[in-house]
């Protein structure tokens, strides 16, 4: 098990005071909090080592290209890839499947042709591919999931086929929390011919994650969500795809050689990174992957599956409070979104934040996900790996409080 | 248990929890003249109205819609402070009641249990939920202000 308490000492932000009570992050499947670790590598960077990379000669372009390189090294190992080449750094995961849409999408994509998604998709696994069907004729199938929020496999069974081009799907939900069979999903669109995209958003940084066992063509995740910083996704292509891929955008570090009448490209991953990249939180991400990676994924896991049993089970013994999405733990993630028969999720949301504790409430950029639910918004406590029984303990305190605003049954005093 | 902050506990007033659930004028009227809806893109608010205006003056006016405490209480005592007047009352209304949520004003008695919704001024997050219900009935009011052949005062 993890030493929770030992962790939190390494979170400098989760020792302020929010509205006069002790701050409890649960807002982690929207961006987690930063170790020391991670902020320190980025004032390290900027204070030893700052210069641009790929070219230069000088002894500080040397040391930050190298710094750079070994975190795509870290960023494979992180995902159980074994070649550092295939991986492509981006701003995020949005941008990560936008490069697919583009670079892969335009040139393998015609009339008729179909991409099958869910409907539990965040819209950055959505409206990349509306772009792509009107840009190509391209036509989009969903997936329904069942009350439970389990994914309607017999339908995917039924929905991939021969105009089948393209499955992309998200590992982990950001709303349910649900963890789809993504290894069974690669192996029925491999069948039918398309490729695989996962959406590794919210599973990258929750759970042991093996790309060559999943068997798919494309992972995309980003940093932030992991303990790193904002501005750094990744894009894993399996070996030799990228290779058969257009560029995404065109410019400086991309190129082999410019002439007037046309450019060669370089070598991938280079291809796909054109201009000055996010050099500095690419290198502090890799304190976030020796971060998490020092406690092993595994653990991790253990942890938020504990933790994320416990809230289930405390937030189904406050009168009124449905959870949306997979009960069974080892079927789901620690992000677990809810409703209130006696308040909306703004509310909620608003008075548990005077209690110090932050969670979201709203469509989680999920909105067919939401009208499949028939709800306009719900609330989400999300957990990591600094979260302990105390902050689930918090959360329940202060919706409790909700309830003696908002509910009808006599729990209303005065407040 | 620890107390919350002031400033949330000011928030949930009864009279807000009250016409949250137990909202005046819900539903729509047989015969509006006017009719507007307005919704808030980032947290699914939505307010819908009918407004029924003769000879300049409010005679009756309903709403529904979905979202939270804040926007559809808002609605409701917005409802009961203008029905049956002028348009030009509403109009001081209206201004008066934005003064206080978006400029600081202090609350003017003249806006009855709204000034309910003082403390919503407070977070700024919070603040268009407030004034949903009252950009639909500006828009309903201009509405009626072209429909009469006159510039939207």
Not at chain 1, 159 to 168: C, N
Not at chain 1, 240 to 251: D, H, I, K, N, V
């Amino acid at each position: 098990m993890l030493d929770v308490a030992h962790i939190k000492q390494d979170f400098p932000i989760l020792t302020q005071q929010v509205n006069g009570h002790r701050l409890v992050y649960l807002d982690n499947a929207a961006t987690t909090q930063k170790p020391r670790q991670v902020i320190d590598a980025l004032v390290q960077y900027y204070e030893t080592t700052n210069a641009n990379i790929h070219r230069g000669i000088h002894t500080l372009a040397v040391r930050a290209t190298d710094q750079y390189e070994a975190v795509r090294a870290r960023s494979a190992g992180h995902i159980g890839a074994s070649n550092p080449q295939d991986i492509v750094f981006t701003r995020n995961t949005t941008e990560s499947i936008n490069l697919v849409a583009r670079a892969w999408g335009d040139a393998n994509l015609g009339e008729g042709d179909e991409i099958v998604l869910s409907l539990m998709e965040h819209h950055s696994n959505i409206v990349p591919w509306q772009l792509l069907a009107r840009r190509t004729g391209a036509v989009l199938r969903f997936v329904d999931f069942d009350d439970n929020g389990v994914l309607d496999i017999d339908q995917a069974r039924q929905l991939i086929g021969s105009r089948t081009k393209l499955v992309s799907i998200v590992h982990m939900s950001n709303v349910l929390g649900t963890i789809n069979p993504v290894a069974e999903i690669a192996e029925m669109a491999h069948a039918a011919g398309a490729l695989v995209l996962v959406d590794g958003a919210q599973s990258a940084p929750h759970l042991p994650v093996d790309v060559e066992a999943m068997g798919c063509d494309f992972f995309a995740f980003s940093a932030h969500k992991m303990l790193g910083p904002t501005g750094v996704g990744v894009l894993w292509a399996r070996p030799g795809l990228l290779e058969t891929m257009e560029p995404f955008l065109g410019g400086g570090e991309m190129i082999s050689i410019v002439k007037p009448e046309g450019s060669t490209w370089a070598d991938v991953p280079h291809k796909f990174e054109a201009g000055t990249p996010n050099i500095a939180d690419v290198i502090a991400s890799g304190a976030a992957f020796d971060y998490l990676h020092d406690l092993g994924m595994d653990a991790v896991r253990e942890h938020e599956k504990a933790i994320t049993a416990y809230a289930i089970d405390s937030l189904q013994r406050i009168p009124g409070v449905a959870i949306h999405g997979p009960l069974d733990i080892e079927r789901r993630g620690g992000a677990v979104s809810f409703s209130m028969d006696c308040a909306h999720p703004h509310d909620i949301s608003t008075i548990v934040d005077g209690h110090g504790v932050a969670i979201r409430a709203g469509h989680h950029c999920a909105q067919l996900l939401m009208r499949r639910l028939g709800v306009p918004a719900t609330s989400r406590a999300s957990f990591a790996i600094y979260n302990d029984r105390d902050d689930v303990d918090a959360l329940v305190e202060a919706l409790q409080h909700v309830r003696r605003v908002f509910a009808d049954d006599g729990a209303r005093t005065a407040v | 248990m620890t107390a919350p902050e002031p400033q949330f506990d000011e928030l949930y007033r009864d009279i807000i929890v009250d016409h949250y659930r137990r909202p005046r004028n819900h539903g729509s009227l047989a015969a509006p003249t006017q009719q507007a809806e307005g919704v808030n893109p980032v947290c699914g608010d939505e307010v819908r109205m009918d407004v029924s205006i003769h000879n300049s003056v409010i005679d009756e006016i309903a709403f529904d819609g979905q979202g939270c405490a804040i926007s559809q209480s808002s609605a409701s005592m917005l409802t009961e402070r203008v029905q049956g007047h002028s348009i030009g009352e509403t109009k001081e209304v209206i201004g008066k009641f934005r003064a206080m949520m978006v400029d600081g004003a202090a609350p003017d008695s003249a806006l009855g249990d709204l000034v309910a919704l003082e403390g919503v001024a407070q977070l700024p997050v919070r603040v268009k939920c407030a004034l949903l219900a009252w950009n639909v009935l500006q828009e309903a009011l201009q509405q009626a202000a072209s429909a009469a052949g006159k510039e939207p005062a």
